[in-house]
């Protein structure tokens, strides 16, 4: 039986992974992976490991549910031990010898994979999940988007921030800047000098590289709301015809 490893369990993606591995009934051994502070813990009758050098060692796949700085830490040790990543950060989501892939979309272009298959930015997928029949038919020359994302997008952090301020408990922010309870928050990630953030580019640069369509116009505004679960977006699109 194949083994998959989850890197980043304890999180909201990583529990999420794990949730539909057991909705699918998939028929695979699961290792449970998160940094030393979760050593032990137990989700769904499995025992949480420390990820260390030697993790991967038996394992087949590992899905990637970890910050960029620590993904880029234990992706020379998968890598080392044979197996195939497919990453849920953005760590290696643009390099050009990392297939990015959306399977209701470019399914083929993990074909080329050399161990690693990035995995793009939830605001992404669901934009060109939505508008790739229409890019099909009539051709894209713009695109201009509007996000609401969910505090669930910014980890467990994120929802632990909302649920907080809900319940009028005073204690610090974990991942917000500003109260996000009763608020909205037009930013996510830095800003950079033209003013656009990080999540504003992912739009862009993403989906210009899944659809292999580098002149594609995109402008986005990336909004954080306070809703627990769930993105929503506006879309407008020039098509070609
Ligand atoms: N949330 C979303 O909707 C979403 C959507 C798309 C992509 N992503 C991306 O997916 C990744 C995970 O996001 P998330 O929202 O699930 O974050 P999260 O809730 O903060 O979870 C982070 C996970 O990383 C683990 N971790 C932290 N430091 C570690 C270390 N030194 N060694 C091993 N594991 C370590 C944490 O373990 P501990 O509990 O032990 O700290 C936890 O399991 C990020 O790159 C994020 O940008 C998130």
């Known amino acids: 039986m194949k083994k998959v490893a989850i890197a980043g369990a304890t999180g909201a993606v990583g529990r999420q ?3 539909c591995i057991r909705e699918r009934n998939l028929p695979v051994e699961v290792k449970l992976l998160a940094s030393a502070r979760s050593k032990g813990k137990v989700i769904d009758d499995l025992v949480v490991e420390e990820l260390t050098p030697a993790s991967f060692q038996d394992v087949d796949y590992v899905l990637g ?4 700085d620590v993904t880029k830490q234990w992706m020379p040790w998968a890598q080392e031990a044979g197996c195939v990543v497919v990453d849920n ?11 990015l892939v959306v399977p209701e979309i ?18 992404t997928i669901i934009a060109l999940v939505g508008c790739d029949a229409l890019k099909k038919e009539f051709g894209l020359k713009r695109m201009i988007v509007t996000t609401m994302q969910a505090v669930s997008g910014a980890g467990v952090k994120g929802i632990a921030d909302l649920e907080n ?13 500003y109260q996000i309870a009763y608020n909205l928050i037009p930013q996510i990630g830095d800003f950079d000098e033209f003013g656009i953030s990080k999540e504003e580019w992912k739009m862009q640069n993403e989906g210009r590289k899944i659809w292999h369509a580098p002149e594609l116009l ?24």
């Open 17 to 19: 992974m794990l949730e």
């Open 106 to 123: 470019n399914p083929e272009d993990i074909e080329n994979h050399n161990g690693i298959i990035a995995n793009p930015n939830c605001s």
């Open 65 to 68: 549910a970890c910050e960029n």
């Open 218 to 241: 995109v402008n986005c505004t990336c909004v954080r709301v306070p809703v627990m679960r769930s993105h929503s977006e506006s879309i407008t699109l020039e098509c070609e015809t």
């Open 89 to 99: 950060s953005s760590a290696f989501r643009l390099d050009d010898n990392v297939p």
């Open 165 to 177: 301020q809900v319940k009028g408990e005073d204690v610090p922010f974990q991942a917000f800047p």
